[in-house]
């Protein structure tokens, strides 16, 4: 039994602090919350599907603007699911019609490629139209918070991280790459659901949507949401680099965010994910979950070998300044693979794990801020 393996799960819900910081996760868990996705659900929209993306992108501001009204009335006055109407047109389905519409111009994530995925063409990300799934599980050692946890790990991802632990999944799977080590099964979006409503079935705390990165397949979860329907929280696992579009797609489907911070310095998350402006959008999209979502956020922080004063200590900053409930998982489990185990030469400044004088000194960091960290690290 997984609580046998792991009995800090269910001490951790003793805290009172952690309670508090994830009260509606725990009112979920409890049975008496309704996850944001089922509430959208039950969000009337009235606007023709037919009309341009700016005219949907319009509509879509005014029904989040109403969801949060909608939301507080429904958790105030403790409205049971079954009691709500459903409408004809609802916000989930106009997120579904927004991101099919993103799809032909993709721009799901901040590399914006622009590519015409909807016609079957591939993106940076190696994804065209279809998702695909490697595995999808009862995951036990994620954090105490979230286990047993319903993890759906889906293939491809929009960084090139060349210490990445799950190259098989992110990068090296797929009929398009040469030496290919993996290869991940085509999904509908009903397959999706089905897979959901089997780990649901096993008693899981929740959905957890993971890669590689989900954010190449936000179509394909968007509509497994539709066909799902079962009251569980649903939890986005990402590298947090998905477009603002993106992140306002999910502000009222997440109820819980498990974003990597991984870098504060650009120049640095450039050589190793091959990305641009990695702080100001990884920040970014961590606020406005803070703000404007469900605000339910466990940070996960890997600390890089010879980088704690460079990102570890600005960020943990950052995290005290700007999203202070939110818990942060210090993670001391860097090691050397892919890439860096590949080419050590070309990486030797991370072909090593951390210290544990790092360690003590991003802990320390931690506590001199006041972060909540243990009950998660
Ligand atoms: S998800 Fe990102 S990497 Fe993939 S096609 Fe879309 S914009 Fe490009």
């Not at 003793?14 to 039950?42: A, F, H, Q, W």
């Not at 969000?43 to 949060?68: C, G, M, N, Y």
């Not at 019609?97 to 901040?110: S, T, V």
Request: aromatic fraction near 10%.
């Amino acid at each position: 039994m997984w609580f046998l393996q792991r009995p800090d799960a269910a001490n951790v819900w003793k805290n009172e602090t952690v309670c508090s910081r994830y009260s509606r996760y725990k009112g979920i868990l409890d049975g008496n919350k309704i996850p944001r996705y089922l509430i959208s659900m039950k969000l009337a929209v009235d606007i023709s599907f037919e009309e341009p993306l700016e005219k949907l992108w319009e509509a879509h501001e005014q029904a989040a603007k109403e969801f949060k009204e909608y939301l507080l009335k429904i958790d105030t006055e403790k409205v049971p699911l079954n009691k709500l109407p459903s409408p004809e047109k609802s916000f989930l389905d106009l997120k579904e019609k927004i991101a099919y519409k993103i799809l032909q111009e993709c721009h799901f994530c901040e590399r914006r490629c622009g590519t015409n995925r909807a016609q079957g063409k591939i993106g940076f990300c190696r994804l065209g139209k279809d998702s695909y799934i490697s595995s999808a599980f009862a995951h036990t050692g994620e954090e105490s918070v979230l286990v047993p946890s319903g993890t759906i790990f889906f293939t491809g991802c929009t960084f090139t991280c060349v210490f990445c632990q799950n190259s098989d999944i992110s990068q090296e799977w797929g009929d398009a790459i040469e030496n290919k080590v993996s290869e991940g099964v085509k999904v509908t979006s009903k397959q999706v659901a089905l897979m959901a409503e089997k780990l649901w079935k096993e008693g899981v705390r929740n959905i957890n949507l993971v890669g590689g990165d989900p954010t190449p397949n936000l179509h394909t979860i968007i509509s497994a949401l539709k066909h799902f329907g079962k009251s569980i929280t649903i939890l986005w696992n990402s590298n947090t680099y998905q477009s603002l579009e993106a992140t306002k797609l999910l502000l009222e489907l997440m109820d819980f965010w498990l974003p990597d911070f991984k870098f504060w310095e650009n120049d640095f998350a450039k050589k190793m994910s091959g990305v641009n402006n990695y702080q100001e959008i990884i920040s970014r999209n961590i606020k406005l979950a803070y703000d404007e979502g469900s605000g339910e956020i466990l940070i996960r922080h890997l600390i890089m070998p010879g980088r704690v004063e460079q990102d570890t200590f600005p960020i943990l900053e950052w995290c005290a300044k700007e999203v202070p409930n939110a818990l942060i998982n210090l993670m001391d489990q860097y090691r050397p693979e892919y890439l860096v185990r590949r080419k050590p030469s070309l990486y030797n400044s991370i072909n090593q794990r951390i210290t544990p004088a790092e360690w003590q000194k991003a802990t320390e960091k931690a506590d001199a801020l006041g972060l909540l960290w243990k009950p998660v690290s």
